[in-house]
């Protein structure tokens, strides 16, 4: 079967650095995102990978690596506005985005 | 410019009524996919329109659910006879291409 782990909750100190894991066994792969989810808002698009290496967008890194099935997100200079779910999807063979559950991200002061 | 649009933001309804949900894409967007996110999960595709015709409807759950986008634009997602098991919130998103998708804001379907 298609699957994506994130862990389900981490907690970060404001100006600090945090890593988010995925990893991921789908059937082909086409990409992978990563997406941020406010409470109750829409997921909106932080980053694509589709080559191995590190894509960097200001404070925000993402690194991906298809040989392990492996990427991560990594947020610098943490603000508080950062706390929110961070999901990170693949694109498989047939280009449909396999989700994973995301990763509540907690800031504290 | 416009985002992508969802109406109604919320929507409470009995069991067994029918429903229907509707998306407005990003103008000139050819792709549109429906998901259902539950609280902690990730959004799980239901649904892929490329124009006019649904590429991809596996994540369908079943026969009460079906999506339509006549005109290539707007879709709507009718719900048959709801379930307990239908609240979610509904989420619909566009893309010009293969890969990035911009994500309404999400119906909040109650079904009591």
């Known amino acids: 079967g298609q699957n994506i782990d994130q862990p389900t909750e981490m907690t970060a100190t404001e100006g600090a650095i945090v890593q988010i894991n995925c990893t991921y066994q789908t059937s082909g792969f086409n990409g992978l995102f990563w997406y941020q989810q406010h409470a109750g808002e829409a997921p909106t698009f932080l980053s694509y990978n589709v080559l191995d290496g590190l894509e960097e967008k200001g404070r925000f890194s993402s690194f991906l690596s298809r040989s392990k099935g492996y990427s991560y997100l990594l947020l610098k200079e943490l603000q508080m506005k950062d706390s929110a779910s961070y999901l990170c999807a693949v694109t498989d063979s047939n280009y449909q985005l396999i989700w994973g559950a995301g990763t509540k991200l907690i800031i504290k002061p | 410019g416009a985002g992508v649009s969802q109406t109604p933001s919320n929507k409470v309804t009995e069991k067994g009524k029918y429903v229907e949900l509707r998306c407005d894409p990003i103008s000139g967007h050819t792709a549109l996919y429906w998901y259902r996110q539950s609280l902690g999960q990730g959004p799980e595709f239901l649904i892929y329109f490329q124009g006019t015709g649904a590429a991809d409807d596996s994540g369908l759950p079943n026969d009460r659910f079906f999506a339509v986008r006549p005109e290539g634009s707007v879709s709507t997602l009718k719900i048959q006879r709801t379930e307990r098991g239908d609240s979610a919130v509904y989420l619909c998103?566009?893309?010009?291409?293969?890969?990035?998708?911009?994500f309404g804001p999400g119906t909040r379907l109650t079904v009591t």
């Open positions: 998103a566009s893309s010009p291409r293969s890969y990035e998708q911009y």
